[in-house]
């Protein structure tokens, strides 16, 4: 199936855009449905079996709310903010593999290998919008930094206290933790030297190990960090019914708001796919991948399933850990960030290139990982605590143990 | 009067161990508790299918009892209008006919306005003869004001209904309303 060609281009675009669309709004229904099993109770059941046609109901009643426009908005950047955000989110998409991808051929001396290689390159099939965009894990971060405009703009222009602070806050969390986010993934492109995504699945894919078991407090960074990224629960900041109402889209309605929360939506969906790809071998799954590699089209279809069923795994565990971990305040927030995030990231790194440096089997970054970590705990009392003048306490009132 | 120096009590954070530095054993711990309700039971009543279970002394919709020869129980003494903080009960009282034995008057009308009604239970409380009830019947509605007041038949017909159900109310202090509802001695 020749992959270049606008047709099939184009039914990619389409179905993916199609498929992505709509598996946000039926995470929607799954993180209400998560929610309500998690409080024991049972989630909207009425609309559809088993409540399977409420996203299409919510869908709808988007479109059909009053579509308000505040007097004292700054029009343009107002109707602006939801387009960027939404954009900006589904982009991302462009260069992530859903499915088995073919590594592009490496540069070629003279026209005519050039174009043999790249003929033989454009025989294969690969399961992404834009397979030889050799910068790939690149142009999702530059993309991810960019949605921090749609939460500015809409901030900004709504012209209402609530929305600026709201933006204000927002903006500096989602930058804040683009370093650690950035500073995580700098390890795997080192090992794998590739920033193409297909690249570093197919890596994994061919030394039979995932990337989590040689990196597992990247691993940890980037999910920690994505899921702040991307406003999750335990970092949900911008929306603070007590002190911003809600946060920078407070004065948005209508499906204008209903942009804004799927954008949150689309990135959860994108980092499910990266950290799939990134950490936890892509389509690779202990040699199962390979039981169709008779027949083509069937191993294809089984490495697809594959990396969507990890990128579902990764959605469950952010609903499920928004209703375990309680949400930081913002200065614990911020100090997670830059006094744990940003240096233990930095660490990772030096140790990835003096492994790579000296050929040093890939096992002493596992160990090196899990000593950083440990070397975090037993950091006492300098990482999320403010410092502030504590009274001694005098023997009669011993201090309180706390036990594990 | 400011507070004394030594009734002062001062506490300090409690420090953070090793184990508690590193925040994983406390998010295993909670991704236990959560994962366990996710799969736990769930405590949802599925309202319309299915009905709640209420206790015996639910205040609900009233009801007018009946005697043991089907007629109205209610002596129309007035208690119940005059003990409703409410004033939705409106009683005209009648002379009971002759062959009524044991009693003088009898309610010649007797209507409640459901939708006026707080459902406090003072009137069955202040019936010496335990003629009126607040039943477990809780889902009361109407298309209009008029059909909210409720007047004897209908009120009787709560009763008809209730005995036939087998959801009698049950009084915490059942059957001991006041010494007027026993029977005369000897």
Redesign the interface.
């Known amino acids: 199936m020749p992959p270049f060609e606008s047709t099939y281009l184009a039914i990619v675009i389409v179905g993916l855009m199609g498929g992505v669309l709509g598996l946000v709004g039926y995470l929607t229904l799954a993180e209400r449905k998560v929610s309500a099993w998690i409080q024991d109770r049972l989630g909207p059941n009425r609309v559809g079996p088993a409540g399977l046609l409420q996203p299409i109901a919510d869908g709808g009643k988007f479109f059909l709310k009053e579509e308000v426009i505040p007097r004292h908005v700054d029009k343009v950047f107002y109707l602006m903010a939801p387009v960027v955000a939404v954009a900006t989110a589904l982009l991302a998409i462009a260069v992530v593999p859903f499915g088995s991808t073919v590594a592009p051929p490496p540069p070629q001396a003279g026209v005519a290998g050039f174009e043999a290689s790249q003929a033989e390159y454009r025989s294969h099939f690969s399961f992404v919008m834009a397979p030889a965009i050799d910068i790939g894990i690149l142009y999702v971060f530059a993309l991810g930094s960019l949605a921090v405009y749609g939460v500015i703009l809409a901030g900004w222009s709504a012209n209402s206290k609530y929305s600026l602070l709201g933006a204000l806050r927002s903006s500096a969390q989602i930058i804040s933790y683009e370093i650690p986010l950035g500073m995580s993934v700098l390890g795997v492109l080192l090992i794998v030297g590739s920033l193409n995504l297909g690249t570093i699945a197919g890596w994994q894919a061919q030394h039979r190990y995932w990337l989590v078991f040689v990196q597992p407090l990247a691993f940890f960074l980037f999910l920690v960090a994505a899921y702040a990224e991307g406003s999750r629960l335990p970092f949900d900041l911008p929306e603070a019914e007590q002190e911003l109402v809600g946060g920078y889209h407070t004065e948005y309605s209508s499906m204008k708001l209903g942009f804004m929360l799927m954008a949150e939506y689309v990135h959860l969906v994108t980092a499910g796919f990266i950290v799939s790809i990134l950490f936890f071998g892509g389509w690779s799954l202990f040699g199962i991948e390979t039981i169709f590699d008779g027949s083509p089209v069937l191993a294809a279809i089984l490495k697809a399933v594959i990396l969507i069923g990890k990128m579902l795994f990764y959605c469950a565990f952010a609903l499920i850990i928004r209703w375990t971990i309680p949400r930081f305040r913002f200065d614990q927030l911020m100090s997670i960030a830059w006094k744990v995030m940003i240096p233990l990231g930095l660490a990772n790194l030096v140790c990835v290139m003096i492994v790579k440096q000296f050929q040093w089997p890939l096992l002493v970054l596992t160990v090196c990982s899990v000593g950083l970590l440990m070397a975090t705990g037993l950091w006492h009392g300098s990482v999320s605590m403010p410092r502030r003048p504590v009274r001694k306490l005098t023997q009669a009132h011993p201090l309180p143990r706390v036990g594990v | 009067m400011p507070i004394a120096e030594s009734e002062v ?14 925040y994983l ?1 406390a ?1 295993a711990d ?2 236990r ?3 366990g ?8 009543e ?1 309202y319309p299918e299915q009905e709640p279970k209420l206790p015996g002394n639910y205040r609900g919709v009233h009801r007018l009892n009946r005697d043991e020869e089907g007629r109205v129980k209610c002596v129309a003494c007035y208690m119940c209008a005059t003990a409703c903080p409410a004033h939705c009960i409106d009683i005209v009282a009648a002379p009971a006919p002759a062959e009524w034995s044991g009693r003088e008057k009898y309610p010649e009308i007797f209507a409640i306005d459901e939708l006026r009604c707080i459902y406090c239970g003072m009137c069955e409380e202040a019936c010496p003869v335990d003629a009126i009830e607040l039943t477990t019947l809780y889902d009361l509605t109407g298309l209009s004001r008029e059909e909210m007041v409720f007047d004897k038949e209908k009120l009787l017909s709560v009763f008809d209904t209730t005995v036939a159900a087998g959801t009698d109310p049950v009084r915490t202090h059942a059957g001991k309303l006041g010494p007027a509802s026993e029977p005369a001695p000897g």
């Open positions: 009590r001062w506490a300090a954070e409690p420090k953070l161990g090793f184990w508690e530095q590193l054993p998010m909670g991704l508790t959560t994962i309700h996710l799969f736990g039971k769930k405590i949802t599925q």
